[in-house]
């Protein structure tokens, strides 16, 4: 979630490659799965997020996570299960109220 200068990372997790070089044979090599906790990030003043100030603004952290909710309830969010009322099927128009 992002204001113009904040920008909240939600917890999740990943894969990644992390660097390693592929194998010769063809077969892949293994990912490792990386945990990201609540990140917020000052873009102002560290435009490449080097620093995760959520603690020190946690009024910030509070309101963009509010943000997210709202978007959450209305679009659905695939890391929870949840589907969003404002979701519909693909290629559909919503329909006029």
């Known amino acids: 979630m992002r204001s ?3 920008k909240l990372i939600l917890p ?3 894969r990644t490659l992390s660097g390693q070089q592929g194998r010769d044979d063809g077969l892949p ?7 990201v906790n609540r990140e917020l ?10 620093t ?3 603690d020190k603004h946690p009024g910030v ?8 909710e709202s ?6 969010d695939q890391l929870t299960g949840r589907t969003g009322r404002g979701v ?3 290629g559909q128009l919503a329909e006029a109220k």
């Open 4 to 6: 113009k200068r904040w």
């Open 12 to 14: 999740h997790t990943y």
């Open 29 to 35: 090599v293994k990912y490792q799965t990386v945990k």
């Open 41 to 50: 990030y000052d873009l102002e003043n560290d435009v490449s997020e080097t």
């Open 52 to 54: 995760n100030v959520a």
């Open 61 to 68: 952290v509070e309101r963009l996570e509010k943000l997210a």
């Open 71 to 76: 978007a959450r309830e209305d679009m659905g």
């Open 88 to 90: 519909r099927a693909a």
